[in-house]
Structure formats: C-alpha cells, structure tokens
C-alpha cells in the first residue's frame, strides 16, 4: 500500500461488488488483467443486468401495448415497469413525465425540436436567444447550433476559467430577457467539474427561461433529483450507469410535455389518424413514435436496481475518495498537467490529463500494452481543447467498481510510458 492510499474512507466493498461485473476478470496481451478506466465513456454491465436482458429475450419477448395475449401483456408490464423504476430512482412526480429515447443525444435533439416547433410563450425564433457552455458534450451543442441556423435564434455560450470552471461573472449579459432556454451539463465529461446549478437556474428563472441539464455524467454517481434540481427538462443515458446501450431518458415538467408538440411521427405516439389529420397520445407516449427499446428499458430497469441496492450516496462517497487518491496520484507524475479542476472539490470522477509532449493517443496505446484502458481523444468536447490550446487528453474516468489498486497502475503505467518515449 502506498502512503497516499492510508486513510482512504468511505470505499466500496470493490471485492464483491467486481464479482458482478464478468468483464473485469478479463485478460489482454497476454494475460494482463484489465483496468478499466473508462467508465464515463460507458460503464461495464452486472450479470444482473445481463441476465435480465436474456429473461427478456427467452421469456417475455413481444411488442408492448398493443398486443392482449400472454407474452405481449408481460412484455408491457415488463417496459412500464422500468418506467416506474426510472421515474422513482430520479424522483419525478409523475411516471409519465418519464420519456425513453435512445440515448442522451436524442432526449436533447428531442428538446431543441420540441421548441423550434412549439408555439409561444415556448417557441424559439430570430427575436430569441439559446444559451450554452464551452464545457458541453457536442450533444449539447450541435442540436442547439441546428435549432439556432434553422429559426435564426442567436446562440451564446458560457465561457470556462484556467481552472475549469464556468465564467459566470457575466451570467446576467449572456441569459436575458430575450433568452428561451439555457442547456448545460451537470458534470463535465471532460473536465469532470460540477457545475453551480443553482445559480444557473435561478438567473434562467429570473427571465423566465427554460433550462435543460445534460445529467450524462450525473445520474450514475449522484443522487439525481429532479425535483430538488428545479430544471424543465433533464437528459441522461443508460449505459453509462451499468445499462445497456441504445436507451436514454428525457425527464420534462408534465406541462411542458402536454404543451410542446412530438418530435417524431409514427405508431403507438397517436390518439387518432386521418389521412387529413392526426391527434397525439398523452406524455410519455406522444414522444415514444414507433416500437421502442424494450429489451433496453427492460436493462435500465434492472440497472436502477442495482445501483439503488447499492445506495448512491455510498457510491457517491466511493467515487469522491478514488477521485481524491487519483489527483493527489496523478499530481506525482513529472510533465503531467490535469486539465480542469486540479483538487477533488467540486468535480465528478473524470479525470483528463496530458503528459508532456507525448500525444494522448500514444499514451493511450501504450497503457493498452499494459491493460489500462483510458480514453483518448477531445472526447466529444472539442471547444475545451481549443479552449486550453491542446489537440487532445488521456481521460481516466472511475466507477462503483474501481480501486486504488487500479489508480496505482494507472501512475505505475504513466512512468512507463515516460520511459518508453525517453
């Protein structure tokens, strides 16, 4: 055990929590056990999530609502049942207020289109202003850059500080009376800062602006309560908190959702249909067109209960200690610059780094010789590595799973890729 490893507290029993996870007993390169690092890109599945995908497969397999027979009613309750799980894991008041997309991507896309369709007081057009951050995920850029070019709405943005936090000292210049909506992300994925939201919110309220968080790199580590956050819309991802992938959640205020017309057309989103007209199902349906990700709910539903069985303030506290001994680690190797946030106060477990003049790919490729698998790259974020003038970063991100040990190979590993590159 290292120094900076006594006086560790509030870990995870990691030992029995990794027997769920069959991945981490993985070997590469000729047998080297992997350290897996790179959970904010996606996190690894427990056999209870892997085995409620296969129940579904071999026993409840059918399309939902539609269907009266035996297997098709299971399968509805099945789907419903993981909205009802979702809904009471991020304390929405109401299970319709619960929305299944693919992905985060698509609840924001579902977002953007929902107001440059929508009426007043909600529409968005040339008279009107979208707000941003230079710290977003493209995903929480780009649909606002398609909805600004599309209604001719002007975009402005947050800018960030040396240290990785968000500039707000000319909050009330860039959110004002002409702002709609205000989309930022609770946690960076790139810089792992956790944003003020409370100031954020109260200044959008101020001018009666919409606000939308990106809880991407939220919900998976943190109690998320929607509720407490007081936002209008709230985005996030399964398979980031031990999901499957292809299924996301877009949480929206039950009146924004009755009032704000469907972004996709198709089966089961309809009341009635003419060949002249259509009307809408209610919430959530109206926003789920055609078959949905069934089997995935069906995963998500079973990762909820995993995580809650577990309690998210201990994972919370697990990842706070790892992300404390990872900076204090990571400050220890020469040449290595933390980007964003240098201390654990305030940030989430992300961690993104260069190491001197060595390209974070041969980093990366090197790590991987040794079985440590960080991620590459400007991560989605590309206006952050322009921001801080660095082609890319060598991203080490934790989880519920993660242990000091891996925090150890990982610096272990850096020296050797300093040695490899002289």
């Known amino acids: 055990m290292t120094d900076a490893r006594q006086g560790l507290?509030?870990?995870?029993?990691?030992?029995?929590?990794?027997?769920?996870?069959?991945?981490?007993?993985?070997?590469?390169?000729d047998g080297k056990k992997i350290v897996?690092?790179?959970?904010?890109?996606?996190?690894?599945?427990?056999?209870?999530?892997?085995?409620?995908?296969?129940?579904y497969y071999e026993r409840h397999?059918?399309?939902?609502?539609?269907?009266?027979?035996?297997?098709?009613?299971?399968?509805?309750?099945?789907?419903?049942?993981?909205?009802?799980k979702v809904?009471?894991?991020?304390?929405?008041?109401?299970?319709?207020?619960?929305?299944?997309?693919?992905?985060?991507?698509?609840?924001?896309?579902?977002?953007?289109?929902?107001?440059?369709?929508?009426?007043?007081?909600?529409?968005?057009?040339?008279?009107?202003?979208i707000v941003t951050t230079e710290m977003e995920h493209h995903s929480n850029i780009v649909p606002w850059q398609l909805l600004?070019?599309?209604?001719?709405?002007?975009?402005?943005?947050?800018?960030?500080?040396?240290?990785?936090?968000?500039?707000?000292?000319?909050?009330?210049?860039?959110?004002?009376?002409?702002?709609?909506?205000?989309?930022?992300?609770?946690?960076?994925?790139?810089?792992?800062?956790?944003?003020?939201?409370?100031?954020?919110?109260?200044?959008?309220?101020?001018?009666?602006?919409?606000?939308?968080?990106?809880?991407?790199?939220?919900?998976?580590?943190?109690?998320?309560?929607?509720?407490?956050?007081?936002?209008?819309?709230?985005?996030?991802?399964?398979?980031?908190?031990?999901?499957?992938?292809?299924i996301g959640v877009l949480w929206g205020r039950q009146e924004l959702l009755e009032d704000l017309p469907p972004f996709l057309g198709g089966g089961e989103m309809i009341e009635t249909v003419s060949m002249h007209s259509s009307t809408y199902a209610p919430a959530p349906h109206k926003f789920e067109a055609g078959t949905?990700?069934?089997?995935?709910?069906?995963?998500?539903?079973?990762?909820?209960?995993y995580l809650s069985s577990i309690g998210m303030e201990n994972i919370h506290r697990h990842?706070?200690?790892?992300?404390?001994?990872?900076?204090?680690?990571?400050?220890?190797?020469?040449?290595?610059?933390?980007?964003?946030?240098?201390t654990a106060e305030d940030r989430g477990a992300t961690i993104s780094f260069t190491l001197g003049d060595i390209h974070p790919h041969d980093v990366g490729q090197v790590l991987d010789e040794l079985g440590i698998c960080v991620r590459v790259g400007h991560h989605c974020a590309r206006p952050v590595c322009l921001r801080y003038g660095i082609p890319a970063t060598t991203r080490a991100s934790f989880y519920l799973y993660s242990t000091p040990a891996e925090v150890d190979a990982l610096v272990d590993g850096l020296e050797h890729v300093r040695n490899f590159f002289g």
């Open 61 to 84: 397999n059918a399309n939902v609502h539609r269907g009266v027979y035996t297997v098709a009613e299971e399968a509805t309750a099945l789907y419903e049942g993981a909205r009802d």
């Open 319 to 342: 990842e706070k200690a790892i992300t404390e001994y990872a900076v204090k680690r990571l400050l220890e190797v020469p040449d290595l610059r933390i980007i964003g946030p240098a």
């Open 148 to 246: 600004s070019q599309r209604t001719g709405a002007k975009l402005k943005w947050f800018g960030i500080t040396d240290d990785g936090r968000l500039d707000l000292s000319n909050i009330d210049e860039i959110i004002t009376e002409k702002t709609k909506i205000v989309s930022f992300t609770l946690v960076s994925n790139i810089l792992g800062t956790v944003n003020p939201v409370e100031q954020i919110i109260r200044r959008a309220q101020e001018v009666g602006a919409l606000v939308c968080i990106d809880a991407s790199q939220a919900a998976p580590h943190m109690v998320l309560d929607v509720q407490a956050l007081q936002a209008d819309f709230v985005a996030f991802t399964g398979h980031k908190m031990v999901g499957p992938t292809g």
């Open 9 to 29: 507290t509030g870990l995870l029993d990691t030992e029995a929590i990794r027997k769920d996870f069959p991945i981490l007993d993985r070997t590469v390169h």
């Open 36 to 55: 897996y690092l790179d959970s904010a890109a996606t996190s690894q599945k427990p056999r209870q999530v892997l085995d409620a995908l296969n129940t």
């Open 292 to 305: 949905p990700p069934i089997a995935q709910a069906v995963g998500l539903g079973a990762a909820v209960d």
């Open 87 to 129: 809904a009471a894991f991020i304390n929405a008041p109401s299970r319709n207020e619960v929305i299944f997309t693919k992905n985060a991507s698509e609840s924001l896309n579902l977002v953007a289109n929902m107001l440059g369709w929508a009426d007043e007081p909600y529409r968005v057009d040339r008279d009107t202003e």
